[in-house]
Structure formats: structure tokens, C-alpha cells
């Protein structure tokens, strides 16, 4: 469990902040905010990669919000060693013929670390009339 969540369910159970307090808190802790993100980034490692995608089409609104946990990365990065090698050289040359060069030989814990640390400054917005799109890391 998230450590701020911990924090804030133990000061409601030791009658330090009220119910309603502690759920305006734990809302707070679940909200992504645009103001907040480049504290978050300079103090810590981001913790997740967020993709959220407003849009009104002819049905209606429209919202998606997908968080993942780098952790969930760095767990994938290590599980792909156990990947046989002839599976390797397969998706190495699938992904060449989609003109993406990608060597999955060399995606290693310690590269991962460096991507995260990059992704930290990461902000994508796509505003149109009828759809907005943000990608950033918290």
C-alpha cells in the first residue's frame, strides 16, 4: 500500500483528522495535478506513467485515465531476460521490419533506471476541440 495512504488511515484511526478530512486527503493523493507534477519530479523518481484522454464524440464524453506504476516496468524489464534468445532474435527483427530498431538484447534493469530517470520530465499535451490528451510521469 501506497505509504501517504498508510499515513493518512493511520492519523484517522489515531483521531488526528476526521473522516470526511481524511477522504478529501486520500482524494487529493489520487488526483493527478498539473500543478504538482514538476515538484513531484525534482524531489523524487516518478512512481507512475500516466495517459489520460478526454474527448466528446457523437455518443457522448468520453474519459480514459491509465496510470502504471514504473514498478510494473522495472518487473517487466527483468522478467525479459528469461526470454530464449531465438524468441529474442524474433522480436528484434519484427520490430526492424516496422522500422523501429530496437534490440531487446540490451533492455537491462540498469537501462531501465535511466529511462525512468528520463521519463520524469516527460509532458505530452494534445489539445483539440473535441479531444484532449496528457501523458506525464508523477
Keep these: 500500500m501506497n505509504p501517504d495512504r498508510l499515513r493518512i488511515l493511520k492519523m484517522l484511526s489515531d483521531g488526528k483528522v476526521s473522516a470526511e478530512e481524511a477522504e478529501r486527503l486520500l482524494d487529493a493523493l489520487n488526483a493527478p495535478s498539473v500543478a504538482t507534477q514538476p515538484a513531484a519530479s525534482a ?13 466528446i464524440d457523437g455518443q457522448g464524453p468520453t474519459k480514459v485515465n491509465v496510470r502504471v506504476p514504473m514498478q510494473l516496468l522495472r518487473a517487466g524489464v527483468r522478467l525479459s531476460a528469461l526470454i530464449p534468445p531465438a ?11 516496422k522500422g523501429l530498431p530496437f534490440d531487446i538484447n540490451q533492455l537491462k534493469p540498469e537501462n531501465l533506471d535511466e529511462l525512468v530517470a528520463s521519463l520524469s520530465e516527460l509532458t505530452v499535451n494534445v489539445d483539440r476541440d473535441d479531444t484532449r490528451v496528457r501523458v506525464f510521469c508523477e
Design 87 to 97: 524468441a529474442r532474435d524474433e522480436v528484434n527483427a519484427a520490430m526492424a521490419s
Design 43 to 55: 524531489s523524487a523518481p516518478p512512481r507512475y506513467f500516466h495517459v489520460l484522454v478526454d474527448t
